[in-house]
């Protein structure tokens, strides 16, 4: 049953792919109320006919939710308290400008998404009016209404943040909502926080989905670690030179990374055994799908920060541009992509 408080709000997801329909089907259980709106035509119908199928490893549960075409907001009467942002990264902006007068004066969008998008929430929205994630959950959809969630409640984490003062009530109303779904922390920074994830991203998502195989298999393969370390290493090193400081992420305590001469391995290790044996990076979901993937704003943010302070990130580019073959059709999403990014790597090595 839900807490009363919670009656009285007006709550949105926005991009109700397999993170944001996972939230709501939390939220849903928990007797919230909750719009889930998608631009996937036949993933709405689906959910308003036969309901939002959730799988899980040991059980599968139909909920009756809301749903809404995104062609129908322009007709909708009513105000958010809360919208949680789950579209891709790349499509921020457009999202924000198009749910901002769907916003109530004092409500928040909370970005549920990859990369460093807080600051472009808030540019759109204001900052009073925003709340930075960091969200760890591992989830898949290729069927319409249907989500394979691989992170049950237990292994599933967030991080919340408020970038203005103002927003502080609304900080912890969120952080109730979402204890509802995961376990939630509050860093003391925000946007570190959010690189930090960055980080892991550049190796998860962004090289780990070259490999074509679950996120286990892959990182297992010979020669992978190393890559993972140094994918990870310079998208460390860069954060830190842009002035982030590291973070505690994925309900990890303080006391385990400082001064750890490990911490990547750690982090890594962690959300390797969290995901589960099935699961698959999001950027080889977009790959199998023949989707544009967030890469350009994960490994391709790190090539460019790097650029700007100065610092080389030939593995992170070695990354993108495998990428953008894999995109084009040139190449296919295979372990032997690991010894193409060794070879490239080898070979700007003797060019230099």
Not at 110 to 133: E, F, H, K, P
Not at 240 to 255: D, H, L, N, T, V
Not at 306 to 314: A, E, I, M
């Amino acid at each position: 049953m839900a807490v009363e408080w919670y009656a009285e709000m007006s709550i949105a997801v926005l991009g109700a792919g397999a993170i944001g329909a996972s939230v709501a089907a939390d939220l849903t259980q928990a007797g919230i109320d909750v719009l889930l709106i998608d631009q996937w035509p036949a993933h709405v119908d689906a959910m308003r006919n036969q309901g939002l199928l959730v799988r899980l490893a040991d059980h599968e549960r139909r909920l009756r939710v809301e749903a809404l075409h995104l062609c129908d907001l322009c007709s909708l009467q009513r105000r958010f308290d809360i919208v949680f942002l789950a579209v891709k990264a790349y499509d921020t902006r457009w999202s924000c400008e198009l749910i901002k007068p769907y916003l109530q004066p004092d409500g928040v969008v909370v970005g549920l998404q990859n990369g460093m998008t807080t600051a472009d929430i808030a540019d759109v929205v204001n900052s009073s009016r925003t709340l930075g994630c960091v969200i760890e959950m591992a989830a898949d959809m290729f069927e319409p209404g249907v989500v394979t969630r691989h992170t049950p409640a237990d292994r599933t984490w967030f991080g919340l943040g408020n970038i203005h003062p103002s927003s502080e009530r609304k900080l912890e109303e969120v952080e109730a909502l979402f204890r509802h779904v995961g376990k939630v922390s509050i860093p003391t920074d925000i946007m570190s926080a959010k690189w930090m994830k960055v980080v892991v991203n550049a190796v998860f998502l962004g090289f780990l989905s070259t490999l074509g195989l679950p996120i286990r298999v892959a990182a297992a393969l010979p020669g992978a670690r190393e890559l993972m370390l140094r994918i990870g290493t310079e998208a460390l090193d860069v954060g830190q030179r842009a002035g982030y400081s590291m973070q505690p992420i994925f309900g990890m305590k303080r006391e385990e990374i400082a001064g750890s001469n490990h911490l990547l391995e750690s982090i890594f290790d962690k959300l390797i055994s969290d995901v589960g044996p099935n699961a698959r990076p999001a950027v080889l979901h977009d790959h199998l799908k023949g989707r544009y993937s967030e890469v350009d704003a994960i490994n391709g943010l790190v090539v460019s920060e790097g650029l700007r302070f100065k610092r080389p990130t030939p593995a992170n580019e070695a990354v993108v541009e495998l990428t953008r073959q894999i995109f084009a059709g040139r190449v296919t999403p295979d372990p032997t992509n690991l010894a193409r990014i060794h070879m490239a790597l080898d070979t700007k090595r003797d060019g230099d």
